[in-house]
C-alpha cells in the first residue's frame, strides 16, 4: 500500500508539474494467443521522451532522446517489446508486443512528453483472443474480398448488357 501511495503521489507531482497537452481518443487493437500486436502512438514533433504503460501503471517500453531504455521495464514484457526507430523522426513512437498472452489484455498509455514540459497521451485497448477464435473468424468473408467480386460481376454484366445492345443495332 505504501508503494502504490508513493506512485500515486508522484504521478500527481508529475501532473500537476507537468501540463497534459492533449488526450486522444482511445483505439483498441485485437491480438491472438501466441500472435502479436502493434500498439500505435503518433505525436508531434520536438519530443524527448515516450513511455509505454500497462493498466497496473508498469513500464512497458521507454524511448528516451530517440534511444531505448529497458532499466525500468516491466519483466513480463522483458524481449517481447521492440518499437520502429526509423519512424521516430516522423512522430511515431508505436510498439509490437510478442508472444501475446491473457494477461497481455487491457489499456495501454502512451506518454509522449514535450521539450515546453507538455505530455501528450493515448490510450490503446488490447483485447486477446485464443487462435481457435482466428480460425472461426477466418471463416467469415472478408468486405474486401466481397467489394472487389461484386465490382467485377457488376463489370462483366455491364459488357454482357453493352454487347447485347450492340449486336441487336
Excluded at 508486443?97 to 495501454?108: I, P, R, S, V
Excluded at 460481376?153 to 450492340?166: M, T
Aim: glycine fraction near 6%; aromatic fraction near 14%.
Amino acid at each position: 500500500n505504501e508503494q502504490l501511495f508513493v506512485e500515486h503521489t508522484f504521478i500527481f507531482y508529475f501532473f500537476h508539474n507537468f501540463s497534459l497537452f492533449s488526450v486522444s481518443l482511445q483505439e483498441t487493437v485485437e491480438g491472438f494467443i501466441g500472435g502479436s500486436a502493434v500498439l500505435n502512438c503518433s505525436s508531434i514533433q520536438d519530443i524527448t521522451q515516450v513511455r509505454w504503460r500497462n493498466k497496473y501503471d508498469k513500464i512497458v517500453y521507454e524511448i528516451i532522446n530517440g534511444q531505448v531504455s529497458v532499466e525500468e521495464q516491466d519483466q513480463q514484457y522483458k524481449n517481447r517489446v521492440e518499437s520502429f526507430p526509423e519512424e521516430y523522426l516522423r512522430g511515431d513512437f508505436s510498439i509490437k508486443l510478442y508472444n501475446l498472452q491473457h494477461t497481455d489484455a487491457g489499456l495501454y498509455g502512451c506518454y509522449s512528453f514535450m521539450k515546453k514540459e507538455s505530455v501528450v497521451f493515448r490510450s490503446v485497448e488490447l483485447l486477446i483472443k485464443e487462435k481457435s477464435e482466428r480460425l472461426n473468424g477466418g471463416t467469415k468473408p472478408r468486405p474486401d474480398v466481397i467489394m472487389i467480386i461484386s465490382v467485377l460481376c457488376i463489370g462483366i454484366i455491364f459488357s454482357l448488357v453493352v454487347s447485347s445492345f450492340n449486336s441487336h443495332n
